[in-house]
């Protein structure tokens, strides 16, 4: 077994409608339940964008054309299921495709097996920090908040 430490690179999506939502996923993986934003890993060879583009064809079918970044993790975020990766996530504000703001909207029982994966629209201000899984996903959060009262 491998004792060398390693950098995966995340990259998600804080996707908003134009009603003040965010899309959230919620997912079960590794048996555990998850609930953080659309997006996963970075493969060699891709950018960032172009990982986003990726990630957000496969799990949504959705083609976002319109990304900003808003904010890059800044702190040491050892990785929740492998002790020997450190996670470095990079979050970009999407606008939500008029496609899409119909879309995951219908009630659902949370995923509970490994695999299952599920999409919600939440209103930003009923969103606390503390229901999102992951530290560095709450601080994006966090991030998106400041960004919002300067608008």
Known sequence: MSTEKRFIIRVYG???SSGNEVLIAEEYHYNTFMRKFPGGGLEFGEGPI???KRELMEELQIEATDFRHLHTTD?????AFNPDLQVLGIYYLVSAP????GM??????LPAENGMERFRWVNLVDLDPKEITFPTDQ???????EHRKMD
Do not use: G
Request: proline residues 0%.
């Open 14 to 16: 804080l996707i908003l």
């Open 139 to 145: 601080q994006a959060f966090e991030k998106l908040a």
């Open 98 to 101: 008029l496609a899409i703001e």
């Open 104 to 109: 995951f909207r219908e009630n659902y029982i």
């Open 50 to 52: 172009d990982c986003l």
């Open 75 to 79: 702190f040491f975020a050892q990785s």
